[in-house]
C-alpha cells in the first residue's frame, strides 16, 4: 500500500482478529485489497447478505444510483452486534458512483445510526456508522 500511512486497510477500520465481517453491496468495482486487509485482519472470509450469525462489522458498498440508503442501512443493522459498526463505503470525489458526504450524515439518523469517523481508502471513503449506546442498563 503506498503513502505514508503504514497502516493497513483493516487497521484503519478497527477490524481485528476474530472479528465476524459481513458484506454487501459487492460489485465487480470493489477494491480486492480493502477486501484482501479485512479478511487478512479478521481471520476469516467475508459472510454474505444471506448469513445468520451475529456480526461485528458491516461494510456496505455503496454507490449512487444504488438506491435508498436508509433502506440499507436498516437492512445492514439486522445482524449487527450492540456494539458493532457498519462502514458504508463509496467511491472518492470525482469518480464513478461518488456519493455526497452529506446524503450519508442525513442518513444515518434516519436509520437510527451515528457516524462517528470518516478514512481514506485508496480510491474508497468509508464512513462509520454505529448504534447509539442506550443511556439505561439492560435489566
Not at 439486522?78 to 461518488?98: E, F, M, Q, R
Amino acid at each position: 500500500m503506498a503513502g505514508t500511512d503504514a497502516r493497513t486497510y483493516a487497521e484503519r477500520l478497527g477490524i481485528t482478529n476474530g472479528m465476524v465481517v459481513q458484506e454487501l453491496g459487492w460489485d465487480e468495482d470493489v477494491s480486492d485489497d480493502i477486501r484482501d486487509s479485512v479478511e487478512e485482519g479478521c481471520g476469516d472470509d467475508l459472510l454474505d447478505e444471506d448469513t445468520d450469525e451475529v456480526v461485528d462489522v458491516v461494510l456496505l458498498w455503496w454507490r449512487d444510483g444504488d438506491g435508498d440508503l436508509v433502506d440499507a442501512l436498516m437492512d445492514a443493522i439486522a445482524p449487527l452486534s450492540d456494539d458493532g459498526c457498519i462502514w458504508v463505503l463509496s467511491p472518492k470525489t470525482g469518480t464513478p458512483g461518488h456519493v455526497e458526504p452529506s446524503e450519508i450524515a442525513e442518513s444515518a439518523p434516519t436509520a437510527g445510526l451515528t457516524q462517528t469517523l470518516t478514512v481514506n481508502l485508496g480510491a474508497w471513503m468509508g464512513a462509520r456508522l454505529v448504534q447509539p449506546r442506550a443511556r439505561v442498563g439492560k435489566r
